[in-house]
């Protein structure tokens, strides 16, 4: 029986958003952020280093033919889907990051060194986890594979004389304005007998790479500037810019008969040559090809990381989709254990933790449930950067430099520590004095101290983070027995009152990163009893909701090519619900759960997740963001929403008739009475099909009248059961998930 590994599609996300028309809810809301996933189809590894795709120089990864885009559908660079050949390190489902790898490009070739660079069209393209295979046309079929620290590349030539590998150091970036990585420093080595190594300076950082070649008929050699360097064992680079670049690297050559294979295989390092070539040597052995091992080891990782969640029931669409959100889930961060380039011991040195401010929400906490090991070395390694830069990153990628994002948030990893720290898992132990005293260091950079000195802070999103990340300090200082610091957090933490119009109950009017006040004013805060009064109550509550949600609402019409400024002004004057397109909405539905209405985050979750999910290439609404939005889909199927920073987990009605995760305490499993599948997406055309509602619930055999659990109930494992029905119930109505101002009457 096919399990979840085969369900996997990663062609889903990597071009425009092509979903049917949505109904009902879902045609109210307003899409302003690019629509397309922006993820790549390339091989990788669950938390892998590396990864390797098809190159074209396309936004944002490197792969497929669009040009950068920032609102509305994406434009083409490219009429057709091409490749000049196969780099290595992509983002996943981001957009305008700055840092778009695509390192150490590998180009199996039949022509001359002068045409390197060249894009051929690709065909027959074939992409499973840790697998990517296409065809050039120039008949040369091309496999790639990855392991944690390695790729393995096997491609099948046509007869020559003089077929060719070539190896491009100097490649870097995309072919968009400003898109371009050029290294600073470089050299290139031959050292005979099909090996050879290099390391490139890129973006500050040292990558290493060690290169191996078996076939006994072939030459190496090292060129410059497309010209072949006949004899020469090494090339050196003192100081390269802009103007002076010029391409550089390694060439095989050599013949082939029909259907010959040639396999290279590649170790990376952040420290070197020599460790590069122990990576090398501990994931692809000494004994010549490592294809098969590479590629068996790494789909081995991918089933049992997949494999920690199942789902029963659901229509082969819905099921692809799940797969495919757990699969983009588990590629970030990107874990490049012993090979930090910015302190000399060892550990864990993570990468790619883009985009902090969507991944905290959704992707951390699934992180600690699925592979909490791992969500113990981010931590770790986060703690460092901070030791290390003096702040805890926003967003922190495979670069030296202060680009940490700053204008997005502020202290989000304070909701992760608290998360974890409240667990008091076993494995999931940190010095946590020590995390305490970066905790508070942090609240007082960036936009911290003006929020120190005023207790409000502009955009004002950030009065809110920092108000968020107060409390999180707080709950860890507490739990430490330091209970002056934990009071004068939690009092600094009751200031995101600043942040709201008592007369709108809106957020105050302010600058806001992509989205407006209506946007941002239902997030999950640490005080949602207090935010619900300060608005006028429960029914003033839900009447704004359901306002920003578009109940009562007509369908509007979603941005197209290049949007014109008065189209994009009237969309953002509707103050309307973005859905998945746009992830500062992502927690708004589960608002609903604190005015006593889980009915209505029952309706908007399943509005969402039937129609702005999909199939197929333009299977998602926006960008992936690094596995943010996937997340948000995984937890969303299972019935559960994490609240990051408050040990607490929303219940809803899920999409499947069961589910279950395995967890540090074992099995945890969402089970229903009373489930009807529905369709999503094309598959659903022809008819809208209603939410379904919770009527009642039990865990673990006692009823449950609240609509929420601590995460510590899920992370010991159990049973929770839903009886679901066509209609909305009393469920949930009186006992309301709990907030700081309730505790603190206590």
Not at 123 to 138: H, I, S
Not at 255 to 281: D, K, M, W, Y
Request: aromatic share 10%; with cysteine.
């Amino acid at each position: 029986m096919p399990g979840i590994l085969d369900d996997v599609d990663p062609f889903i996300g990597t071009a425009a958003t092509a979903l049917p028309p949505a109904r009902g809810l879902a045609a109210t809301w307003w899409w302003p952020k690019p629509q397309v996933g922006n993820t790549h189809p390339g091989a990788t590894s669950p938390f892998g280093m590396v990864s390797a795709c098809a190159y074209s120089g396309a936004y944002p990864t490197g792969y497929g033919r669009y040009a950068k885009n920032t609102e509305g559908v994406p434009e083409e660079m490219f009429d057709r889907l091409q490749a000049s050949g196969f780099t290595h390190f992509q983002q996943s489902g981001t957009g305008a990051i700055r840092k778009y790898y695509n390192y150490v490009r590998v180009t199996p070739m039949v022509q001359q060194l002068d045409v390197l660079g060249e894009s051929w069209p690709l065909r027959d393209e074939v992409a499973q986890p840790g697998y990517y295979a296409a065809t050039l046309d120039t008949g040369v079929r091309c496999e790639i594979t990855v392991g944690e620290k390695v790729a393995v590349h096997r491609y099948t030539f046509p007869e020559h004389s003089n077929a060719r590998v070539v190896i491009d150091l100097s490649c870097g970036g995309l072919g968009i304005e400003l898109g371009r990585t050029v290294p600073l420093r470089a050299h290139a080595e031959s050292l005979g007998g099909g090996r050879a190594q290099g390391t490139v300076v890129m973006e500050g950082v040292p990558l290493s790479v060690a290169m191996e070649l078996n076939s006994p008929k072939w030459r190496q050699m090292l060129w410059y500037d497309r010209r072949l360097i006949d004899g020469g064992t090494r090339l050196d680079f003192d100081s390269i810019r802009h103007t002076t670049l010029r391409p550089f690297g390694m060439l095989f050559i050599g013949p082939t008969g029909a259907g010959q294979t040639v396999e290279i295989r590649l170790g990376f390092s952040l420290r070197g040559c020599e460790q590069a070539r122990r990576n090398l040597e501990d994931e692809c052995g000494t004994n010549g090809p490592a294809f098969d091992t590479v590629r068996s080891a790494t789909r081995g990782r991918w089933r049992e990381h997949l494999g920690r969640v199942q789902v029963d029931g659901g229509t082969p669409a819905r099921r692809t989709v799940f797969a495919t959100a757990l699969y983009h889930s588990l590629i970030k961060p990107c874990f490049a254990d012993d090979e930090s380039p910015f302190w000399p011991n060892g550990g864990p040195f993570a990468f790619d933790v883009c985009t902090m401010w969507d991944i905290y929400k959704t992707q951390l906490p699934l992180l600690t449930a699925l592979a909490p090991d791992r969500a113990r070395d981010l931590l770790e390694s986060l703690i460092r950067v901070c030791e290390e830069e003096g702040n805890f990153p926003i967003g922190y990628r495979m670069a030296r430099g202060a680009d940490r994002f700053f204008r997005q948030a502020s202290a989000l990893a304070h909701t992760v520590l608290a998360d974890v720290h409240a667990l008091a898992l076993p494995g999931l132990d940190l010095d946590w004095n020590w995390a305490l005293v970066h905790m508070v260091d942090d609240l007082r950079r960036m936009y911290g101290e003006d929020f120190w000195e005023h207790g409000v802070v502009h955009p004002i999103s950030h009065t809110l983070d920092l108000a968020y990340a107060h409390y999180c300090t707080a709950q860890v200082a507490r739990a430490l027995n330091d209970v002056h610091l934990a009071d004068d957090l939690e009092r600094r933490s009751r200031q995101w009152t600043n942040a709201f119009d008592p007369g709108t109950g809106l957020l105050r009017d302010s600058e806001f990163y992509e989205g407006g006040k209506w946007n941002y004013s239902f997030r999950l805060l640490h005080d949602m009893a207090g935010r619900i009064a300060l608005g006028g109550g429960d029914d003033a509550f839900v009447a704004n909701l359901d306002r920003f949600f578009g109940y009562g609402a007509g369908p509007v019409v979603q941005p197209g090519r290049r949007p014109q400024p008065p189209e994009m002004a009237a969309g953002y004057a509707l103050q309307r619900f973005e859905g998945l397109n746009n992830e500062p909405d992502m927690e708004a539905p589960w608002a609903y759960h604190y005015a006593g209405r889980p009915d209505r985050t029952a309706e908007i979750v399943h509005s969402a997740l039937t129609w702005q999910f999909g199939t197929g290439p333009g299977g998602l609404p926006g960008n992936d963001d690094s596995g943010g939005l996937s997340s948000w889909y995984v937890w969303a199927s299972l019935g559960l929403f994490p609240v990051a920073g408050q040990n607490l987990f929303l219940i809803n009605a899920p999409a499947f008739a069961r589910g279950a995760l395995k967890v540090s305490g074992g099995e945890f499993v969402v089970e229903t009475s009373g489930h009807r599948g529905t369709p999503i997406g094309a598959d659903g055309v022809e008819f809208d099909p209603p939410a379904q509602y919770v009527q009642s619930v039990t865990l673990n055999g006692e009823p449950l009248d609240a609509t929420h659990i601590s995460a510590a109930d899920v992370h010991r494992g159990g049973r929770l059961h839903l009886q679901l029905g066509p209609e909305p119930s009393a469920w949930g109505r009186r006992v309301r998930p709990p907030s700081a101002s309730m505790l603190e009457s206590r």
